[in-house]
């Protein structure tokens, strides 16, 4: 039985670093494709597309494609998006999503692929990406709703171009495959699958020895992905920008004072996303705890906090903006660590292209918002603070999130349109500038087009503050401040955080944090064991146990 999902696998390339059409290059008797192939048929999807390009005729001849539609992309040389647009074309109409795979990654298991298309069919996100220690990899699962975005993209650029857009909407999705990493693209890489695979590595070494690059600039020092003669320590800084650029949420952890003993020094900083998991390095075990902990409240409520962990919290002056907890950790010492939430700015979406609408387009820059523009024949150039301009009412629907505030400005042009479309979605904020008159009339068309009353309730007409406004841009001031008293007084809602493969948990009798039950850490007493964060914890556990198991009953 299938699951709505279509896999496009991606072989129309040059392959200029390989030399050779990845395609067709074999290892362990299998060539690439038909490794990628095996694996989506055990997978079960609905539809493998294969989409050919450069050496089409040979790839045809020298793979097995029965049961594949095969699309041959004439104009491969464009780069990777003219790819991926002619395969999600061949897209059957029954198909909810894309699957969008690499040949060349040939290891990735069937259980990934199967993982994956599982959890895109619970449905509460639209963009899923496998991860693998952390890191983000390949095939990703998209709706396949938001494909007529990927039209206006060109290049070598895949799908990855609807992350910023959609930050809200991306699911990560944790698998136990280092394949995800790991795409063939050299002959050095190949020799060193092969010389893994004759000298009889297990599959997942080699895999991890060609993922140690990225695993390394992933990694917080108290992990160990990859051998130590190939660790360095992660680049914070670059990854928070990039997160930053695809709208991803996370809290940027900085040491801003530390008194010895402590592990933790001034300037050391850590990346924690939505999820918990976290790069960087700001302290020990016990700090990590912590720091994850306010992370994911700073986070959730949307503002900065002074995180300050010290052997004697209670004797510590209580100030605002700082969150005192205890050291637990043997050796003891105090830390304080900034933590500023990164959020992606909430979506200021605009359909028109009156005087009044790109008044709005002028102040959402200025007041924190991603600017989105709906304006059929409008020139970017004309806008230059707009951040997406949407050029057709059909490509308004990837932008109708929880955090959209949308004002409908058309002036008449398509102000039906345009409604019809945003009412039918749970956003913020819905604001139809209209004269009550004529608000009426488009009321009344919209229902013959099926929004409901429930729906049209929460269009506000006349909409914005009354400021006697009169000019374009006062009214655009009104709009504005109406918005921002709806942005600042509603409850705050968190992004949902990708769902992490979940472990069995115990907490550490002694210093109460939380423990992964596989931790070898561990000690039976009267028929119960109990599980340690550190050794230090697990000998005072020894020495005395009932002094604890006391306290923590």
Not at 341 to 358: F, R
Not at 425 to 440: D, E, N, T, Y
Request: aromatic residues 4%; hydrophobic residues 45%; proline residues 8%.
């Amino acid at each position: 039985m299938g699951d709505g999902t279509t896999a496009v696998v991606l072989a129309a390339g040059l392959s200029r670093r390989m030399g050779r059409p990845k395609a067709l290059v074999s290892v362990g008797g299998k060539r690439f494709l038909e490794r990628v192939l095996a694996s989506l048929r055990s997978a079960r999807v609905d539809q493998i597309v294969v989409v050919l390009g450069h050496q089409a005729d040979a790839i045809r001849s020298s793979v097995p494609l029965d049961g594949v539609t095969v699309v041959v992309n004439a104009e491969y040389a464009r780069g990777m998006a003219s790819s991926l647009r002619a395969g999600l074309a061949a897209a059957r109409p029954t198909s909810r999503r894309a699957m969008v795979v690499l040949a060349d990654q040939p290891f990735v298991a069937a259980e990934t692929f199967h993982r994956l298309s599982e959890r895109a069919r619970r449905g509460d996100g639209r963009i899923f990406i496998p991860t693998y220690r952390g890191v983000l990899g390949n095939p990703v699962v998209f709706d396949l709703e938001l494909a007529p975005e990927l039209a206006r993209v060109d290049g070598d650029v895949g799908c990855r171009a609807l992350f910023p857009h959609h930050a809200t909407e991306i699911r990560e999705v944790p698998v136990d495959d280092p394949a995800v990493l790991v795409d063939v693209d050299t002959e050095s890489e190949l020799r060193a699958v092969e010389d893994g695979l004759a000298r009889s590595v297990p599959l997942e070494r080699v895999l991890l020895e060609l993922a140690a690059p990225r695993l390394a600039l992933h990694a917080a020092p108290g992990e160990r992905p990859v051998p130590r003669s190939l660790r360095r320590p992660p680049d914070v800084p670059a990854l928070a920008e990039r997160l930053r650029a695809e709208r991803v949420p996370f809290a940027l952890a900085t040491v801003v004072r530390a008194v010895r003993p402590t592990s933790g020094r001034p300037g050391y900083r850590a990346i924690v996303r939505l999820d918990g998991t976290h790069v960087g390095w700001v302290g020990g075990a016990c700090t990590e705890h912590l720091l994850v902990t306010e992370a994911r409240a700073a986070m959730a409520e949307g503002s900065p906090r002074l995180l300050r962990v010290t052997p004697d919290p209670d004797r510590t002056s209580t100030e605002e903006g700082v969150v005192n907890r205890a050291m637990t950790c043997q050796s003891g010492g105090t830390v304080e660590i900034f933590i500023e939430p990164n959020l992606p700015k909430p979506t200021l979406l605009i359909a028109g292209d009156s005087p009044v609408a790109t008044s709005l387009a002028a102040l959402g820059p200025l007041l924190g918002f991603r600017v989105v523009l709906v304006a059929p024949g409008v020139e970017p150039t004309e806008l230059p603070e707009v951040d997406v301009f949407v050029p057709e009412l059909e490509g308004l629907a990837p932008h109708l999130t929880a955090d959209c505030y949308a004002v409908v400005a058309s002036m008449g042009k398509y102000d039906e349109a345009a409604l019809g479309r945003i009412a039918r979605r749970p956003v913020a904020f819905i604001g139809l500038v209209a004269s009550r008159k004529r608000a009426s009339s488009v009321f009344a068309a919209v229902r013959e087009d099926g929004v409901t009353e429930a729906q049209l309730a929460t269009v506000r007409n006349p909409v914005g503050v009354d400021i006697s406004a009169s000019t374009p841009e006062e009214i655009a001031l009104s709009v504005m401040a109406e918005i921002t008293r709806v942005r600042r007084t509603a409850p705050a809602v968190p992004a949902e955080a990708p769902s992490p493969v979940p472990a069995a948990m115990a907490i550490d009798p002694v210093c109460h944090m939380e423990v992964e039950t596989s931790s070898p850490l561990r000690r039976a007493h009267e028929g119960t064991t109990y599980y340690f964060c550190s050794d230090a914890c697990r000998r005072r556990f020894a020495r005395t146990p009932a002094k604890f198991l006391v306290r923590t009953a």
